[in-house]
């Protein structure tokens, strides 16, 4: 069972940075689309970032210059780089996977919580202006 946990967030200023990491677990594969989350109460959802098991990412616009997602399969380990933070960057920030070799369909899967099987409990990054 693939089990997903993340860590380092915190509370920092705005233009200051946070790197967030998600350790994975119960793998059978390295062929796996990931991607970082964030919600605010009462909103969706929604994408920030993807990379596919090949390495290719994808960004949502509000975050794209200032995050980067990467990942080291020898750790089985997601991150997600955040600078030149904002206080709307506040949010929950969830790690999620779901298996696919495919690159087209982890990039059409952006910002499609459905389309992503597992989860982690979610990391709370805050702003403050």
């Known amino acids: 069972q693939v089990q997903l946990v993340e860590s380092g967030g915190g509370s920092v200023q705005a233009g200051g940075s946070l790197r967030l990491s998600c350790a994975a677990s119960?793998?059978?594969?390295?062929?796996?689309?990931m991607g970082w989350f964030r919600q605010v109460p009462g909103n969706e959802r929604e994408g920030g970032a993807t990379i596919a098991s090949g390495g290719t990412t994808k960004y949502a616009d509000s975050v794209k210059g200032r995050f980067t997602i990467s990942k080291d399969n020898a750790k089985s380990t997601l991150y997600l780089q955040m600078s030149s933070l904002k206080p709307e960057d506040t949010a929950m920030y969830y790690c999620?996977?779901?298996?696919?070799?495919?690159?087209?369909?982890?990039?059409?899967?952006?910002?499609?919580?459905?389309?992503?099987?597992?989860w982690g409990q979610g990391t709370q990054g805050t702003v403050s202006s």
């Open positions: 999620a996977a779901v298996q696919t070799a495919s690159t087209y369909y982890c990039g059409t899967s952006f910002g499609l919580p459905a389309r992503f099987l597992h």
């Open positions: 119960g793998y059978t594969s390295v062929s796996y689309c």
